[in-house]
């Protein structure tokens, strides 16, 4: 049945359409715990966004999160502060969250954190943009300054969404939340569309075969919305379809002061007089080094100490292939086709290099030309994206000096920041000849690589053609009544196991989709005026495709 009431667009599906918000936002509540299991300690390994937000859910329903944390509370949400500049932040993870991702801005209007938009090309929070492409730098407001090119391209891709992919029923359907609706077309796409690359579906559709190299060339290198997107032009084409029918890359926020709060913020937030700090006493426990069956009911966890501690439920929420190279996991934990899905998971690569400014000098125009010295900048070169973070006039600012992905991302994998810094300066001169960027630049740069952090090995899930059973298997994990007991108890949840990896709303998603699991292992159960995930499983499962 479609809603009558009008909700904003949301990640409703589309593979597994339900109201994650409308859950959440019940005053029944998410469920109940049998009073003999209410107390009972749950391990929760990873203190990301997917972890923390499945942790204070427990803890709301009587039970004990007891939080692993091999590096630092909020995961790849990561505000990073330059040296004693204390609300000068780099976002070295998610940094712009589009408002449909309506489970996680429930977490961030709970704790009262202050948004606004982010700074997007040819957006109004983003005054000029630059497009560099083949040496040639255009000056742009919005989509009507760039030459025709560019509207062409923009109309093809909407018309292949459309011609090709049922853009506007499959919208339509999301947005009313008809869970029918959206699960009777996504169907059909998913069969279609499984086995085929972005790539394929660009170059294969009449719209942009009608048009030439050059437009496809170009749609890759800027795309529309927030940037470049050859880079996933690899990826299976229901990725991309994910990331544009629930809006993704519309109307992004960025969270003033940095994302990290959303999951510190959990940790330190009062829950009837406790808070997930003061449950651990001020620090999660450490690491994890090995997951173990010890008997029927237990689990075991020890983390890098050697401390071992038995568990009845235990939710995983870190990157997947840790599981089976830096945690010990016993291999009966999980069937042979989760471990192929969880080993043959893909990881995409991401580079990011900033630095603070002395001001957003940007904002002053060339008195002949009206021109500013550097905007935001996408090009062909290697930084691929240039934003830029204005904290107040004569306010130290941020400069995000690129933004690269995959192969860019590669190219500058073994330099250090300060090389990585230089680089990138020497490129912006190329467009921008008269701006001395270097002598605004205050205080250390700040890089990250998330592939070459041994807690990540990556920044997140790129799902390749022919990995929809792999992802269906993952985000099924948390229905276990009909694995067998060695199976069951143990959960996973976060950006590696959602389908829409890159967006903390399938973090988020998925330590629902978890905590719901775990309610159904303890013997408890949701209020029937406010089912989970769980409960409406049976009509609403993602389609399955034969092995
Ligand atoms: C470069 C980049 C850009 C992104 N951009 C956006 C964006 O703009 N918008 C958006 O919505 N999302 C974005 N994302 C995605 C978003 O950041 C993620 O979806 C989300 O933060 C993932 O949360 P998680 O809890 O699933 O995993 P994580 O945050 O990775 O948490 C897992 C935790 O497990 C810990 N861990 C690892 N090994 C162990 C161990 N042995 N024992 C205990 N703990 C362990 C890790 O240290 C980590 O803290 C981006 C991510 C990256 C990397």
Not at 174 to 201: K, M, P, Q
Not at 253 to 276: F, T
Request: charged fraction near 20%; hydrophobic fraction near 40%.
């Amino acid at each position: 049945m479609a809603n009558t009431i009008s909700k904003p667009l949301s990640a409703f599906g589309p593979d597994f359409p339900f109201a994650y918000d409308d859950w959440l936002a019940n005053n029944a509540g998410l469920g109940s715990i049998p009073a003999d299991r209410q107390g009972t300690e749950v391990a929760v390994v990873g203190g990301g966004i997917g972890g923390l937000v499945a942790a204070h859910e427990l803890m709301k329903l009587g039970l004990v999160p007891v939080v692993y944390e091999s590096g630092r509370l909020g995961g790849r949400l990561r505000s990073q502060r330059f040296g004693a500049a204390d609300d000068v932040i780099a976002e070295l993870g998610g940094m712009r969250f589009p408002r449909s991702s309506t489970a996680f801005f429930h977490y961030v209007d709970m704790l009262g954190l202050s948004t606004r938009p982010f700074p997007n090309p040819l957006t109004p929070a983003a005054p000029t943009t630059v497009i560099d492409l083949g040496g040639v730098p255009l000056y742009a407001e919005t989509l009507d300054d760039l030459p025709p090119l560019f509207r062409e391209i923009a109309e093809a891709w909407d018309t292949a969404l459309n011609e090709h992919a049922d853009f506007a029923d499959m919208r339509a359907a999301i947005d009313s939340r008809d869970a029918n609706e959206v699960r009777r077309r996504w169907s059909a796409l998913v069969e279609r569309w499984d086995d085929r690359t972005f790539y394929d579906f660009v170059a294969s559709s009449r719209s942009f075969s009608e048009l030439s190299f050059r437009h496809r060339e170009v749609f890759g290198q800027v795309g529309f919305g927030t940037g470049g997107w050859d880079s996933d032009f690899p990826n299976s084409m229901l990725e991309i379809l994910r990331v544009v029918l629930c809006g993704f890359e519309d109307n992004q926020h960025l969270i003033v002061g940095g994302a990290e709060q959303v999951p510190r913020g959990l940790w330190s937030l009062q829950v009837d007089g406790q808070s997930l700090d003061s449950l651990h006493r001020g620090a999660p426990r450490p690491g994890v080094a090995a997951i173990r069956r010890a008997g029927d009911d237990t689990i075991d966890i020890t983390d890098r100490n050697g401390v071992s501690q038995g568990y009845s439920a235990v939710l995983i929420a870190t990157q997947s292939w840790l599981l089976t190279t830096s945690i010990d996991v016993d291999e009966t934990l999980f069937s042979q086709d989760h471990w192929m899905a969880l080993d043959r998971t893909r990881y995409m690569q991401s580079a990011k290099t900033f630095v603070m400014v002395d001001r957003p000098f940007w904002n002053d125009r060339d008195p002949v030309t009206g021109r500013p010295p550097l905007a935001m900048t996408l090009t062909d070169r290697n930084t691929r994206g240039t934003y830029l973070f204005d904290n107040g006039p004569d306010q130290p600012a941020v400069i995000c000096l690129s933004y690269a992905w995959e192969a860019d991302a590669a190219k500058v994998l073994t330099m250090s920041a300060h090389h990585r810094t230089r680089l990138a300066i020497e490129t912006l001169k190329k467009i921008y000849p008269d701006t001395d960027l270097a002598c605004h630049v205050i205080g250390e740069p700040i890089t990250v690589s998330w592939e070459s952090d041994p807690d990540f090995l990556g920044a997140f899930k790129g799902a390749l053609p022919g990995h929809y059973r792999y992802n269906r298997r993952m985000y099924s994990h948390f229905m276990q009544d009909a694995f067998p007991s060695t199976q069951q108890g143990v959960f996973l949840a976060g950006d590696d196991v959602s389908w829409t990896p890159g967006w903390a709303e399938g973090a988020v998603q998925t330590a629902l989709n978890a905590v719901w699991g775990i309610v159904h292992h303890f013997g408890g159960s949701t209020p029937v005026t406010n089912p989970g995930p769980g409960d409406v499983w049976a009509e609403r499962a993602p389609v399955e495709r034969p092995d």
